[in-house]
T-cell receptor
Framework: KNQVEQSPQSLIILEGKNCTLQ??????????LRWYKQDTGRGPVSLTI?????NTKSNGRYTATLDADTKQSSLHITASQLSDSASYIC?????????????FGRGTQLTVWP | EADIYQTPRYLVIGTGKKITLECSQT?????MYWYQQDPGMELHLIHY???????EKGDLSSESTVSRIRTEHFPLTLESARPSHTSQYLC???????????????FGEGSRLTVL
């Protein structure tokens, strides 16, 4: 069964600190992996998208890594800011259907305290 | 900046009422989707469309219906709302092409529906 598991479920850090969020998946055949940021009451916004051949991709203070062999990805946030408080969602797409089916994780709820 | 819009953002209605959630995008995308999201849970696909006059049900059983008469417009309708329909509804569109490993997925801001 294709699944996406994220950890931790929630995380509290102090402003200025770094943190790493994890995503493990069993989706096969793999097409791409995306990280989204979702502020409370808003729609998800794309941070990064990585295909099979990409190991790392950065977007400002956000750096995503992908290990397609172990089917793991991480999202590293550097020098956190209060505005980073949000849910971070890992989304994996398969290649095996015309739908380009997406599998969503439940998200990691990050809270940044001053 | 994604050009996809949902209205209303918030809606509180009584049981048995008919409601329509509007979704419009100005990016010319053929593919559009409706997702349902409950707190702490993953997004579930309830409807999708690959173009005008093309609509399909998604993974999650839903009593809602959709239509796609114009490329830019993908409304979702509930004929008779019930408290179990209380949820966040997210509309999305994509420029993904079959066989491609890329393609972006853009979300609207969501419609929060509460049925009393």
């Amino acid at each position: 069964k294709n699944q996406v598991e994220q950890s931790p479920q929630s995380l509290i850090i102090l402003e200025g600190k770094n943190c790493t969020l994890q995503c493990n998946y069993t989706v096969s055949p793999f097409s791409n992996l995306r990280w989204y940021k979702q502020d409370t009451g808003r729609g998800p916004v794309s941070l990064t998208i990585m295909t099979f051949s990409e190991n790392t991709k950065s977007n400002g203070r956000y750096t995503a890594t992908l290990d397609a062999d172990t089917k793991q990805s991480s999202l590293h946030i550097t020098a956190s800011q209060l505005s980073d408080s949000a849910s971070y969602i890992c989304v994996v797409s398969d290649r095996g259907s015309t739908l380009g089916r997406l599998y969503f994780g439940r998200g990691t709820q990050l809270t940044v305290w001053p | 900046e994604a050009d996809i819009y949902q209205t209303p953002r918030y809606l509180v209605i009584g049981t048995g009422k008919k409601i329509t959630l509007e979704c419009s995008q100005t990016m010319g995308h053929d593919k559009m989707y409706w997702y349902q999201q409950d707190p702490g849970m993953e997004l579930h696909l309830i409807h999708y469309s690959y173009g005008v006059n093309s609509t399909e049900k998604g993974d999650l059983s839903s009593e809602s219906t959709v239509s796609r008469i114009r490329t830019e417009h993908f409304p979702l309708t509930l004929e008779s709302a019930r408290p179990s329909h209380t949820s966040q509804y997210l509309c999305a569109s994509s420029d993904w092409v079959s066989g491609s490993d890329t393609g972006e997925l853009f979300f609207g801001e969501g419609s929060r529906l509460t049925v009393l």
